[in-house]
T-cell receptor, first 115, second 120 residues
Framework: AQTVTQSQPEMSVQEAETVTLSCTYD???????LFWYKQPPSRQMILVIR??????QNATENRFSVNFQKAAKSFSLKISDSQLGDAAMYFC????????????FGQGTRLTINP | NAGVMQNPRHLVRRRGQEARLRCSPM?????VYWYRQLPEEGLKFMVY????????ESGMPKERFSAEFPKEGPSILRIQQVVRGDSAAYFC??????????????????FGPGTRLTVL
């Protein structure tokens, strides 16, 4: 079974600085998708960024980028120029391409932005 | 295009009562997923349904929990004889169809705002 691990329960960063959230996963599949979701206090799940495992290039969405290391099964999220609105829980998630369509989530990292 | 709708947003039940959670997928979406989030934890998959079919219920507790997605109307997650341990946020997500390899836009799951169930 696939598992996703986020080893940082909490992180904090100064506004305008850069922060990196860690995620590792375990799978025997060779092709899959990885995601970072943001959950603000409203509890709405918001997709931040997506990475296809068959793509070597790291995904980027504005101030958000990932460092995808397939051999190490590592998928970290970098947030540049942190803003107060980035404060939230961040969840790393895995999904197979074939077969089961469910998302497998990590435990989450609570990110605090200090003004 | 309205997003995924869930109601109620908050539901309070006493132990032994039944809880019914509703999810209306986005227009044009025929696939629904239910996830449960216990306090201070990540989301855990419960069940995946298409219209009138349960595709994957590997995350559903064996007793008291059931789900349906009828041809007409919303998807329903039903919890019978609730216990305090059922207190959680329940999220529904929908997608247009099965994910196809190398066509990422068609597989994304869009989440509703969740229903927070409190069992007294």
């Amino acid at each position: 079974a696939q598992t996703v691990t986020q080893s940082q329960p909490e992180m904090s960063v100064q506004e305008a600085e850069t922060v990196t959230l860690s995620c590792t996963y375990d799978t025997s599949e060779s092709d899959y998708y990885l995601f970072w979701y943001k959950q603000p206090p409203s509890r709405q799940m918001i997709l931040v960024i997506r990475q296809e495992a068959y793509k070597q290039q790291n995904a980027t969405e504005n101030r958000f980028s990932v460092n995808f290391q397939k051999a190490a099964k590592s998928f970290s999220l970098k947030i540049s120029d942190s803003q107060l609105g980035d404060a939230a829980m961040y969840f790393c998630a895995y999904r197979r391409i074939q077969g089961a369509q469910k998302l497998v989530f990590g435990q989450g990292t609570r990110l605090t932005i200090n003004p | 295009n309205a997003g995924v709708m869930q109601n109620p947003r908050h539901l309070v039940r006493r132990r032994g009562q039944e809880a019914r959670l509703r999810c209306s997928p986005m227009k044009g979406h025929s696939h629904v997923y239910w996830y449960r989030q216990l306090p201070e934890e990540g989301l855990k998959f419960m069940v995946y349904l298409q219209k009138e079919n349960i595709i994957d219920e590997s995350g559903m507790p064996k007793e008291r929990f059931s789900a349906e997605f009828p041809k007409e109307g919303p998807s329903i997650l039903r919890i019978q004889q609730v216990v305090r341990g059922d207190s959680a946020a329940y999220f529904c997500a929908s997608s247009p169809r099965l994910g196809l390899p190398r066509q990422p836009l068609v597989y994304e799951q869009f989440f509703g705002p969740g229903t927070r169930l409190t069992v007294l």
